[in-house]
């Protein structure tokens, strides 16, 4: 069965500090996986996806089969970066899906 | 705005009572899903539509829930004789694909539909 495991609910970090979101995944096939986020009253919206290999606001994921993990890393964080993030799994065939983890809350301290 | 589109954005309503939400997608995109989801989790999937046909149905989706989209532009979702538990934020979201695993553009999601179910 597919499964996206986000293991922290909350997560906080002074700004300027790196932050490193976890996200650890089970899927039986070649997954697609992404990272959403969503800010404050705002719409949950796609941050990046793997296969575009881009840095979004400075956020990085890769995608490490040997250890079915996409964690989500940010060198120097900002305020503007407090946000709710999920971690989701796309099925590559039929309904092309996404299964989300439970979303981690990131709160960066001034 | 040209993104998804839904309403209304708050429901409250009694329990045992019907409610009908609507979804309007992005009008290029042949893909509509439904999530659902509760505080503290994330979405959780519910059904999705390629055009007018509803493909597949998630086993949360109990017989009191049904989805249409009858034209292939939006879609509604009705859940009848509402339960307490059915309290949640009701997501639709819409996407673009070849259909044949080519390409296939991200989720794009709606601001969702409140349900409170008292």
């Known amino acids: 069965a597919q499964r996206v495991t986000q293991p922290e609910k909350l997560l906080s970090v002074f700004k300027g500090a790196p932050v490193e979101l976890k996200c650890n995944y089970s899927?039986?096939?070649?997954?697609?996986l992404f990272w959403y986020v969503q800010y404050s009253r705002q719409r949950l919206q796609l941050l990046l996806r793997h296969i575009s290999r881009e840095s979004i606001k400075g956020f990085t994921a890769d995608l490490n089969k040997g250890e079915t993990s996409f964690h989500l890393k940010k060198p120097f964080a900002q305020e503007e970066d407090s946000a709710m993030y999920y971690c989701a799994l796309q099925d590559i065939e039929g309904a092309q899906k996404l299964v989300f983890g439970q979303g981690t809350r990131l709160t960066i301290n001034p | 705005d040209t993104g998804v589109s839904q309403d209304p954005r708050h429901k409250i309503t009694k329990r045992g009572q019907n409610v009908t939400f609507r979804c309007d997608p992005i009008?290029?995109?042949?893909?509509l899903y439904w999530y659902r989801q509760t505080l503290g989790q994330g979405p959780e999937f519910l059904t999705y539509?390629?055009?007018?046909?509803?493909?597949?149905k998630s086993r949360l989706l109990s017989n009191r829930f049904s989805a249409e989209r009858p034209k292939g532009s939006f879609s509604t979702l009705e859940i009848q004789r509402t339960e307490q538990g059915d309290s949640a934020m009701y997501l639709c979201?819409?996407?673009?694909?070849?259909?044949?695993?080519?390409?296939?553009?991200?989720?794009?999601f709606g601001n969702g539909t409140r349900l409170t179910v008292t």
């Open positions: 899927y039986s096939g070649s997954p697609e």
């Open positions: 009008s290029e995109h042949n893909r």
């Open positions: 979201a819409s996407s673009w694909t070849s259909g044949r695993s080519t390409y296939n553009s991200p989720l794009h």
């Open positions: 539509f390629q055009n007018e046909a509803q493909l597949e």
